[in-house]
């Protein structure tokens, strides 16, 4: 978990490979309020975490704001009118046939236009269900309306958008730890591999609280670009120490500043 302003992190949580990524949000946002208080918070996920226990204990539990993408998981939306209604398989707006109520969802049926009709002739794709030969004929579809906080999220908004978008520095501090090697652990055990990763993360903190104390605070997220400042500056230093004396000692000390950072 990281900060989506600042790009630093926040909490770290290892699992093995077969435990589900869903399963374990809540787990890591309860921990990690404990210590770091996080109500109120605007939680960004993408749609890999998108579930109804996850966006209710954000807005019940934290009080919070979710800004998670749909996981529409496969489903294939109906296609619809402009007015809500269902477009049967002949190209045809069904009508709304009543509802039924559930805890967290309304079911909307549709029914065929012609069901009450008895000319065979007026379904113009002859669907089998027309000819069923029952009272009331043609197609049945239903759709489900939520009515939880999760359905209730206005996903096309700009401000969800706007918020949205934010996800991208923890992808940015993902390809910064990437760089430090630590995927491809040397270790087996989960616990090892675990403080691994937890020491690859206290050495990209280290280096942004390097970069605030040393003044480059544009550069807390580039341990290159911190290096190549500070060689800079010290350079200057020395060059207007220097200046009226022998160029050996500058020399000598560039050569050792640049052993020390590279190490």
């Not at 966006?55 to 993408?69: C, E, S, V, W």
């Not at 040397?186 to 990763?197: H, P």
């Amino acid at each position: 978990m990281c900060d989506a302003i600042s790009g630093l992190p926040i909490a770290e949580f290892t699992t093995t490979a077969d435990v589900n990524e869903i399963s374990n949000f809540t787990e890591i946002l309860s921990d990690t309020n404990e210590w770091f208080p996080l109500k109120g918070s605007y939680i960004i996920a993408d749609k890999g975490y998108d579930s109804k226990q996850n966006h209710d204990f954000i807005r019940n539990t934290l009080k919070g704001h979710a800004f998670i993408a749909l996981n529409k998981r496969g489903r294939k939306p109906k296609d619809l009118t402009s007015t809500g209604n269902v477009i049967c398989d002949a190209g045809l707006a069904m009508h709304k046939d009543g509802k039924q109520y559930f805890d967290s969802y309304i079911k909307q049926k549709f029914c065929c236009p012609f069901r009450t009709s008895k000319d065979d002739s007026l379904c113009p794709c002859n669907h089998e269900k027309f000819f069923n030969g029952k009272k009331n004929r043609g197609c049945v579809k239903y759709i489900s309306i939520g009515t939880d906080y999760r359905s209730s999220i206005n996903r096309d908004s700009i401000f969800f958008k706007k918020i949205y978008s934010l996800r991208t520095e923890s992808e940015r501090y993902n390809s910064r730890w990437k760089n430090l090697n630590t995927e491809q652990a040397y270790v087996k055990n989960i616990n090892s591999v675990a403080n691994l990763n937890t020491i690859g993360h206290i050495c990209l903190l280290t280096i942004a609280i390097a970069a605030i104390k040393s003044g480059c605070v544009d550069k807390y997220k580039s341990l290159s670009g911190l290096k190549r400042q500070l060689k800079l500056r010290y350079i200057k230093i020395f060059k207007h120490q220097f200046h009226q004396r022998d160029s050996l000692p500058f020399y000598l000390f560039h050569f050792n500043l640049s052993s020390i950072l590279d190490s």
